[in-house]
């Protein structure tokens, strides 16, 4: 079946209040009591860490109090009190009739409380394989368990290579880190730890219930709070200090401090290159920094010759641009190849290379900026890749920018931009700027989904612009 890749942040238990469709249908089961309010939880006070999120998610009617007004924070939660949770917080307006007719029928005679949660988990793959036939629906369920049924939910892959953890985390674990959704445990010895094998409590369930609740709802946003949080602690990751780079470049920041353990070559080197990548949300003229030797604690200041509001709404209104786009002209039946051809295409026709400009030397600056594209219709090399990454970031694609030299005949080197989209683990290479010859609108696919054997004949570039960390970012 197919992964439900969109979700839509509401409640199973109101979404089809019109109909017998109703998670509530087990109200009254063990665990499960509606109507308790958390001031009635014996066991929970205002001073416990996890207070105001359980708060939350029981004001939302996702997790609930126990018949005899307990939570047992610190229990270890079953597989099938966590999957009702998770189904209950993700929600989807994805189902087919029979699905619902399927779950509608498993409601009403229930070999176990849990089977309809279970049946949706299965049909929204959260489970593995074969797991939705096996599971013990009692059995306690380790941290390593809950991190593959969030990572599952949200259909992301967990190829992420960074570890912060001493211990041996999963790799479901470390993509969740990467998300900004585990945290982890730091020990007595300062070390940070991820306990795969141990039970999973119930008040950290809630916790991690709450955040996933809230990625979902708004995954920048969600992010971007997370990362701001772990600033003054110390973004000791490179992918921590791309993700900072970036949130300041697209809320257009003029000034940015963090801690970092990481030497300031690195850290400017992870600038540049995110600066190469993303013409489209790097729009400053250029940056500044200090430090003191012997410090961790960093400054950066970011530079503008334009207008800061008048580039924010020429950049929004190339967003909604993309947006339009995008909602017009690609379906769910397209396949990624096909709706990046589109985008190919769709740049080629209509927009036209500043080649007065560029005989003159004398470019205008908004051709090197992705409303070149979107408001104008002329650009040149810069331009039309930014606007090919916005695009492709409103049709979900991770794409980015490449710069280096588009070898020519007679073996003249000009600094180029185009771009690379990733697709199912493989790459694939686009140059819009080369497929639109100038002052004819026509079209061809020369330098359009070329894979990385024929790309490299016709170009020259760091290597580095491929690492595959590149296409995982706050804001994809």
């Known amino acids: 079946m197919k992964r439900i890749q969109k979700f839509t942040v509401i409640f199973l238990c109101i979404l089809f209040v019109s109909s017998s469709f109703c998670l509530d249908a087990f109200a009254d089961n ?3 009591h509606e109507n308790v309010d958390i001031s009635e939880l014996s066991d929970v006070t205002e001073a416990d860490w996890f207070y105001d999120t359980l708060k939350n998610l029981m004001e939302l009617n996702i997790i609930h109090g126990r018949d005899d007004k307990t939570f047992l924070p610190r229990a270890p939660i079953s597989r099938c009190e966590f999957i009702k949770t998770l189904v209950c917080a993700i929600g989807t307006d994805d189902l087919s009739d029979e699905d619902i007719e399927i779950y509608d029928r498993l409601s009403k005679n229930p070999a176990h409380w849990s089977e309809p949660y279970f049946y949706l988990a299965n049909i929204m793959l959260i489970f593995d394989e074969d797991e939705y036939e096996t599971a013990d629906p009692e059995e306690y369920i380790t941290r390593a368990d809950m991190a593959r ?9 967990n190829d992420s290579q960074y570890s912060p953890f001493c211990d041996d985390a999963d790799a479901n674990t470390l993509r969740l880190y990467r ?6 445990r730091r020990g007595d010895d300062g070390k940070l730890y991820s306990d795969p094998s141990a039970n999973c409590s119930r008040a950290e369930a809630c916790e991690i219930i709450s955040r996933t609740f809230d990625y979902l709802t708004n995954p920048y946003k969600y992010k971007r709070n997370q990362l701001l949080k772990r600033k003054n602690n110390g973004l000791n990751a490179e992918f921590e200090i791309s993700d900072f780079f970036l949130v300041t470049a697209f809320e257009f920041e003029d000034m940015a401090d963090f801690e970092s353990a990481l030497p300031i070559d690195k850290i400017c080197e992870i600038y540049i290159m995110n600066a190469k990548i993303y013409p489209d949300i790097f729009l400053y003229d250029s940056i500044s920094y200090r430090f003191t030797d012997g410090t961790t604690h960093y400054f950066f200041k970011f530079q503008y010759t334009e207008d800061i509001n008048e580039l924010r709404q020429k950049r929004d209104a190339s967003i909604a641009a993309a947006k339009l786009i995008i909602k017009e002209n690609i379906s769910d039946d397209m396949t990624e190849l096909e709706k990046l051809i589109f985008i190919h295409d769709y740049i080629v026709l209509c927009t036209e290379y500043d080649i007065d400009g560029y005989l003159a030397a004398d470019i205008e600056k908004s051709c090197f900026r992705p409303w070149g594209v979107f408001e104008n ?3 040149v090399c810069q331009g039309y890749s930014a606007a090919f990454n916005m695009l492709c970031r409103e049709a979900g694609i991770k794409a980015h920018t490449l710069v280096g030299y588009k070898i020519s005949f007679d073996s003249e080197q000009v600094l180029h931009a185009w771009n690379v989209a990733l697709v199912d683990g493989d790459m694939y290479f686009y140059d819009t700027t080369h497929d639109d010859p100038v002052r004819q609108n026509t079209l061809r696919h020369t330098y359009c989904q070329m894979d ?15 690492d595959l960390s590149l296409f995982d970012n706050i804001l994809n």
């Open 149 to 157: 049924y969030i990572v599952n939910a949200l259909g992301i892959t």
């Open 30 to 32: 063990r665990d499960l």
């Open 179 to 184: 998300e900004y959704l585990i945290l982890g």
């Open 377 to 379: 219709g002329l650009a």
């Open 452 to 466: 990385k054997e024929t790309h490299d004949l016709y170009y020259q570039y760091e290597q580095d612009l491929l």
